[in-house]
């Protein structure tokens, strides 16, 4: 089989149309611990990220207090550390997004959009989720002009102004606190009557004088000129519009599964169906992460699934 090399962004060699043991689509946690261990199987691996130096959806996180021996760390900080680790074991990566992923035989063929295809007998599917969107009037159009689906990369913009953050989850809540120390006012529109976050949260978002819950209240419109200048709710029969600058969306995420329609079984939410061991019902293909169906999806989870999906994947190679 002929190799044509490319020099990707990183100046590593590419080895496009090469046989690798294991192509890993995604960096983010899961991704990046499947590298980790697939270092350490002594296995010959890429890692295919769709953005450049991507630590996935964590690094948008103000703060993680929840995984082991880093408290209270940023999550930028904690995804560069995971990074730090995969490339201190000689983890490569190629910059490019993944469009479809085909068995012929027991081989695996990984096409990017760029048109280039890596061959491997394995593969770790962890591309993880993306934010959901309200689909409401107003949203699309005015993304980046005041609707934001991340509160870290630009709240800063709304330094003193009143915002919206709309869902009740750990995201939301994280979110409503980080902006509370940016903004002058938090409006915090939750559909149900209670929060679904962690209690640590709940009693701080509670805690906090310029957060405003507002409970059992759905988003309508969003009102703008150039950028956004209102908020339009509802709960009940009566309306209210809310005067801000900014809409940040937190209601959840969708997997990012759509290249795996027809190629493994997804569930009803189209996460990729796959058991603590993180085999799918499609032979040498392994989900790990917020990809996977599962309960919980926090970081520690993606890693431990990250970790599971190398191993299954070492042992799959062996007994072929």
Known sequence: MSISPAVCRRGIYD???????LVIIGSGPAGLTAAIYASRAGLDYTVIEKEYMGTGRIAYAERVDNFPGHYGIDGFTLGEKFREHAEALGAQFIEGEAVSLEKYGDIWKTVLSDGSVYESK???YAAGASAKRLGIPGESEYTGRGVSYCALCDGSFFEGRDVAVVGGGDTALSDALYLSQIA??????HRRDTFRANDALVKRVLATENIIPMYDTVPVEIIGEDNVTALVTRKGDAEDTLGVSAVFVAIGSDPNTAVLAGVAEL???GCIKAGED?????PGLFAAGDVRTKKVRQVITAAADGACAAIAANEYMQYR
């Open 15 to 21: 080895k496009r149309y090469a046989m690798y043991d």
């Open 122 to 124: 394995t593969v770790i």
């Open 184 to 189: 002058k006012t938090v409006y915090l529109i």
């Open 267 to 269: 569930d009803d939410r």
């Open 278 to 282: 993180c085999i799918t019902t499609a």
